[in-house]
């Protein structure tokens, strides 16, 4: 296989752009032609309807959109030509499942200087996964958050979605897993089994809640359903049910309700004594704040570990140095022999 030029980097880095500027203006027209239907994407007749389209309008309207989407597949097309010359993308990112050509020319061309970046840890804060990286306003980011969420959002689902079964898979890779805070067992592979085993080590510690500061109360601004964040379970469910067929597919939109650890359904003239959530009102509980904080620092764990094995798999290629010890070093882990978690080739 021929050595990736920077000519290659550079093209695959404009594709990729290009490629999310059609989409953008795609899924911007789509919201024009909505708004503009008499109708809900359901189907449902709207509430205050504006004027409807003049049929020729709608026609026109049909044939833009029909031209948008053939000029965003076609940039995908020519992504994946280019990808096919990538000795990093067939040797590594496209075995991982849940990982497409866009999210590899994301990777590969979105921003990454793998000469610069001659440590992991320098690639993990570009990505802005680096410990105390957080947006702060009015301030300039030291990241670029656009890989941020590519990387920690979008790549993460597709992964987890690509990674985790309810249903039995009768295959070596597959291992299945079963922990007292899951709704039931699931398998796992690739990935996946690097975002279970931490989840469960932060599910099975005992510390002072960091919910309620070992109150054991609920504090006002949980309580508030307007700001609760859609639980991790919803989300979970919805991307690992589509080899159950008995099970329906359950939307971002419809989240399945949240299984709670405290008592469900108090009225609001108990509020000043409810019991906090994320410990039961014990004051002791598990690693994190909730359920969604616990699963946003196991993805954040997991991606990191594909960024250690994607970094030194990029730095063999190009034919640069490599430290093997990184995640045993600076990471305080303890080396496993399943290292890279998912096995090249
Ligand atoms: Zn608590």
Redesign the pocket.
Known sequence: MTQPTRHNRNRLRDLVRAHYDLQDMRLRFEGRVNAASPTTLDGQAKKSPRPALHPDDVKLFDKWQGGLESFEEEALAVIKGELKHDPVWKGFLEGIPGVGPTMGAVLLGGGFNIELEDTPSKMISYAGLAPGQKRVRGQKTNYNPWMRTKIAGVMADCILKACVRKVVQDKPEWRRIEYPWMDGPRWVKSYARAYFDYRNRKESMRVE??????????KAEDLDPAVAEPSWEARFQASSNDLDPATPELSVEDPAPRKRRGTPGKTKASKATK???????????PWGRSDAHRHRAAVRYFVKLLLIDFWRFWRAAEGLPVRDTYAVEKLGHAPHSGRPLYDVG
């Open positions: 809640c960091m919910a309620c500061d070992g109150t054991g109360e609920a019991k906090c959530t994320n410990c039961d009102g014990t004051a002791v509980g």
